[in-house]
Nanobody, 124 residues
């Protein structure tokens, strides 16, 4: 069982930065791949970024590829999403998720555990 708690969301102006954190409980955290997803009002949940269990591979959705960076610290059971050059279209609830296979995937259905989300609002 893995429990995930996101933090770091908030209100920021366009062009600003935020760093999201996702703290995980459970001794097997380091074996899970982790992902960040987001959901804007009236839209489906979409993939943002993922990282393999070791941190050696990362994957990004095209619109965030040059602006967001995902990382993990297995010693702290935490993953991060550094978001720079934020745009109003980045406004959404951001969720972290854990995937038992450890490889990382863009498919939300492949993830086994989810956090409750943190709100990110980018004003123009």
């Amino acid at each position: 069982q893995v429990q995930l708690v996101e933090s770091g969301g908030g209100l920021v102006q366009a062009g600003g930065s935020l760093r999201l954190s996702c703290a995980a409980s459970g001794r097997t955290f380091s074996s899970y791949a982790m992902g960040w997803f987001r959901q804007a009002p009236g839209k489906e949940r979409e993939f943002v970024a993922a990282i393999s269990w070791s941190g050696s591979k990362t994957y990004y959705e095209d619109s965030v590829k040059d602006r967001f960076t995902m990382s993990r610290d297995n010693a702290k059971n935490t993953v991060y999403l550094q978001m720079n050059s934020l745009k109003p279209e980045d406004t959404a609830v951001y969720y972290c998720a854990a995937e038992a296979l450890g490889l990382g995937t863009v498919l939300p259905g492949q993830y086994d555990y989810w956090g409750r989300g943190t709100q990110v609002t980018v004003s123009s």
